[in-house]
C-alpha cells in the first residue's frame, strides 16, 4: 500500500528532491511551499500527487495542509519537516529579530507542524501509526562559527524531537526521527542565505558573505543522494532516532564523540563529587 507523505519546502534542495524519489518509489507526495503554484514535479496524477500553501508560521496554513491532504488521501503516514533556512553571521552582527525568525521557522514552526502531525497520526489514521522525520543538520550537533542563531534552532529542534521520542506510547506506532545532513550542494549556502544586518566593526576579520559564497557549490554533498537517504531512513522498518548523512557530517559526528568522551572522562572526579553526603 503506498504511503502518504507531506513534505514541507519543497520548492528546492532536500525537499524537492525527495518528492522526486517519493514519487518514483510508487508513494503519493504531499508537497508543501509557501507558493505551490511554482512547483513542477514529473509523473503526478491526482492520485499520487497534491501540491498546498504552506507557511510553517502560521498555525491555520499548517490545519489547511493537513485538513487537505487527509480530504483527499484520508490519512498522513510520513510527515518530512524540511522547511527552513540558514542566517550567517556573527553573533553580534544578528539582531535579535533576525534571531527570533530564524527560531520561528526552524523551531516553533516544525514543533506546530510536529504537533498536527502527531494529533493525525494517532486519531485519524487508522490503524494509527506514521513517522515524523526532522531535517536539523550537523549543526544540530556542533557549534560553527557565525551561525549561532541557526546552529541554536536546529540544538533545539535535536533536544524537543529526542524528548517527544520518550513520550510516546508504543502502540500508537508513531516514530520521530532527525537527520543531520551535512554539507550538500542546495540552495542553503547560496541564494536561501540570509546575513547578520548589524554592522560591528570589531569583527572585520570575518566576512560571512565571502565564507559563504566560496563554500556555496562545492560541498561534498549530492542532494538527490540525500534525499533517496532521507527516504530510506524514513521507511524503515525499525528507523533511528537520529542518523547524520554526508562524509563530512559522518566525520564531524566522530569527532564529537571522541572529544565528549575525553572530557567527561577528564573531569570525571569533579562531575562526581557533589553528591549528598550519606
Excluded at 511551499?33 to 513542477?40: G, I, T, V
Excluded at 544540530?140 to 541554536?152: D, L, M, R, S, V
Excluded at 527516504?231 to 562524509?247: F, H, N, Q, S
Aim: glycine share 8%; aromatic share 8%.
Amino acid at each position: 500500500m503506498p504511503r502518504v507523505f507531506l513534505v514541507t519546502g519543497t520548492s528546492t534542495g532536500f525537499g524537492n528532491e525527495l518528492v522526486k524519489k517519493v514519487l518514483a518509489a510508487g508513494d503519493i507526495a504531499v508537497a508543501t511551499a509557501r507558493d505551490s503554484s511554482k512547483l513542477h514535479f514529473e509523473h503526478t496524477t491526482p492520485d499520487n500527487y497534491l501540491a498546498l500553501d504552506l507557511d510553517v508560521t502560521k498555525q491555520d496554513a499548517i490545519d489547511a495542509a493537513f485538513s487537505k491532504a487527509l480530504s483527499k488521501f484520508k490519512r498522513v503516514d510520513v510527515v518530512v519537516n524540511n522547511a527552513g533556512y540558514g542566517l550567517s553571521g556573527p553573533f553580534e552582527t544578528l539582531s535579535e529579530a533576525q534571531i527570533r525568525t530564524q527560531m520561528e521557522v526552524n523551531f516553533f514552526g516544525l514543533l506546530n507542524v510536529t504537533r498536527k502531525a502527531l494529533e493525525v497520526m494517532r486519531e485519524v489514521n487508522s490503524p494509527p501509526g506514521g513517522l515524523i522525520q526532522q531535517v536539523t543538520s550537523i549543526g544540530g550537533q556542533f557549534g560553527y562559527p557565525t551561525y549561532a542563531g541557526y546552529c541554536a534552532s536546529k540544538w533545539a529542534v535535536e533536544g524537543a524531537t529526542e524528548a517527544i521520542s520518550k513520550e510516546l506510547k508504543p502502540e500508537w506506532n508513531i516514530h520521530v526521527q532527525l537527520v543531520e545532513p551535512g554539507g550538500f550542494r542546495t540552495d542553503w549556502a547560496g541564494r536561501s542565505m540570509q546575513f547578520g544586518e548589524v554592522d560591528h566593526k570589531a569583527y572585520d576579520h570575518i566576512d560571512a558573505r565571502k565564507n559563504a559564497k566560496a563554500r556555496n557549490g562545492t560541498q561534498a554533498g549530492d542532494p538527490a543522494k540525500g534525499a533517496q537517504a532521507m527516504y530510506e531512513l524514513a521507511t524503515m522498518k525499525d528507523p533511528p532516532l537520529r542518523c547524520v548523512i554526508g562524509t563530512d557530517a559522518y566525520k564531524q559526528m566522530h569527532v564529537k564523540l571522541d572529544t565528549y568522551a575525553k572530557e567527561v572522562k577528564k573531569y570525571e572526579a569533579l562531575s562526581n563529587s557533589t553528591d549528598v553526603d550519606e
